[in-house]
């Protein structure tokens, strides 16, 4: 069954620095999707994306984070100067259509340590 | 907005007993209902689901119906395992103003004896 990959694993970045994380979403899948989880809390949304462009963001996705699909295959995070409260684990998801009963696939997830 | 709320854990449970998860949500429309589970160290696996009301979702022995009189979706199981450990997220999918986004209850962990 195809799935959503997510790499790294495991990211430990010094606190000001930016990072990148990637994601492969599902290869025919149209709809992608960012996701974040504290250690021990809910898994919230961040930022879903289609048709090249951001269709909603939430209140956690400031200034300091993007996203971008730079080829056929790729989604990317990136935040650009990173704070200790952005270690979480960073979940990529995807699917296939735009609409509610499409349950979206998941990425393992890399967890983002900040020092 | 769109919420969903479910019971705190932790639920710890003998091997082969009945388990109840419960999780009631808040939204306009009809929304698709979910649950998620999550094994140590690992990303979200959908477990089952349910799109309209009166719907079952059932996987590996779990199920949960869709009730939209009283705004739930309990997960139930008859008889866990111990490799049910781990932790349970009620979820459900609705159109917001910019599309469709899943919503996640704050998960129960579940600890299952031998």
């Known amino acids: 069954e195809p799935e959503v990959t997510q790499t790294p694993s495991h990211q430990v970045t010094q606190m000001g620095q930016e990072v990148i994380l990637r994601c492969v979403p599902i290869?025919?899948?149209?709809?992608f999707y960012w996701y974040r989880q504290i250690l021990g809390q809910k898994v919230e949304f961040l930022v879903s994306f289609y048709n090249n462009e951001i269709s909603e963001k939430s209140e956690i996705f400031d200034d300091q984070f993007s996203v971008e699909r730079p080829d056929g295959s790729n989604f990317t995070l990136k935040i650009r100067s990173t704070k200790l409260e952005d270690s979480a684990m960073y979940f990529c998801a995807s699917t296939s259509g735009g609409t509610s009963n499409q349950p979206q696939h998941f990425g393992d997830g890399t967890r983002l340590s900040i020092l | 907005g769109n919420s969903v709320t479910q019971m705190e854990g932790p639920v710890t449970l003998s091997e082969e007993a009945f388990l109840t998860i419960n999780c009631t949500y808040t939204a306009t429309g009809y929304p698709s209902l979910f649950w998620y589970v999550q094994y140590p160290g690992e990303g979200l696996q959908l477990l089952l689901k349910a799109t309209k009301a009166d719907d079952k979702g059932s996987n590996k022995g779990f199920e949960a119906t869709y009730r939209k009189e009283t705004t739930s979706f309990h997960l139930e199981k008859g008889s866990v395992q111990v490799s049910d450990s781990a932790v349970y997220f009620c979820?459900?999918?609705?159109?917001?103003?910019?599309?469709?986004?899943?919503?996640f209850g704050a998960g129960t962990r579940l600890f299952v004896k031998a």
């Open positions: 290869s025919n899948h149209l709809y």
């Open positions: 979820a459900l999918s609705g159109r917001n103003t910019g599309g469709f986004k899943t919503i």
